[in-house]
């Protein structure tokens, strides 16, 4: 291979680097967004892996009734105000078998799930205080 057959292989390289990386430029966005849509699914995959633990049962007290709502597979569910003894009042989500009674305390499970510096409090529904608790399993 003579010099002038080199330089013309140095050429083509170049410009075959020079379109490469025009296109990347040109496609800079959606590989943008397609990272940040691989680490939104890994992210959102990591929190869903994190355990919760269960914090504490407290009981509670309905002080509003937010009616009857049915989903879209034509379950029922109840929605109603429960005030905690700290004062702080939640929403919880009473299913079609569990009937409402007004007057009498609910159990209501503390969980929380920490996942680095995120922190979730969730808080359901374990039954009346009359009923013997529901073991999972």
């Not at 010099?3 to 990347?24: H, T």
């Not at 929190?47 to 709502?69: F, H, K």
């Not at 702080?88 to 009937?99: G, K």
Request: hydrophobic share 35%.
């Amino acid at each position: 291979m003579d010099e002038r057959q080199r330089e013309i292989d140095r050429r083509i390289r170049r410009a075959e680097r020079v379109v490469l990386f025009n296109n990347l430029r040109e496609h800079s966005l959606l590989i943008v967004i397609g990272v940040a849509f691989i680490a939104a699914l890994g992210f959102g995959l990591m929190w869903n892996s994190a355990p919760d633990r269960l914090e504490a049962t407290v009981l509670g007290r309905i002080v509003g009734d937010g009616g009857v709502q049915t989903t879209r597979r034509g379950t029922q569910l109840h929605k109603e105000t429960v005030q905690l003894p700290s004062g702080v009042q939640i929403t919880i989500n009473l299913s079609e078998e569990d009937r409402v009674r007004p007057d009498e305390p609910l159990r209501i499970e503390i969980h929380e799930k920490d996942f680095g510096p995120l922190h979730q409090v969730s808080h359901r529904f374990a039954g009346y205080v009359d009923e013997p608790v529901k073991r999972p399993g």
